[in-house]
């Protein structure tokens, strides 16, 4: 059984940043990063595998985010620099038990509770 817990979330002005996180209980193989404003489909922004070696990043955050972890804590991290208001949104944390490229939601079996992150022009 995987268990996700994520904070980090808040409001900031366009231009800043935003670091959230994920403690991950469990085995997982893929966590990710997904999500969801009003009245739009769930997002994939990033995944990564639990063991490191491969990255996957949207194409409307790329360079702009990173997806990093530290083993130690057994924690995932989504960095956020030059945020726009368009990334305004609840962020979820999600993890499957498979090592793959998953780019879907419904991939995911296992979710955090989510985190608002707020950005301001």
């Known amino acids: 059984q995987v268990q996700l817990v994520e904070s980090g979330g808040g409001s900031v002005q366009a231009g800043g940043s935003l670091k959230l996180s994920c403690v991950v209980s469990?085995?997982?193989?893929?966590l990710a990063w997904f999500r969801q404003a009003p009245g739009k489909e769930r997002e994939g922004v990033a995944n990564?595998?639990?063991?490191?070696?491969?990255?996957f990043y949207a194409d409307s955050v790329k360079g702009r985010f990173a997806i990093s972890q530290d083993y130690i804590k057994n924690t995932m991290y989504l960095d956020m620099n030059s945020l726009k208001p368009e990334d305004t949104a609840i962020y979820y944390c999600?993890?499957?038990?498979?090592?793959?490229?998953?780019?879907?939601?419904?991939?995911?079996?296992?979710w955090g509770q989510g985190t608002q992150v707020t950005v301001s022009s």
């Open positions: 990564i595998w639990r063991g490191g070696g491969r990255e």
């Open positions: 999600a993890a499957s038990p498979e090592y793959e490229d998953y780019r879907a939601a419904s991939e995911y079996p296992y």
């Open positions: 469990g085995n997982p193989g893929t």
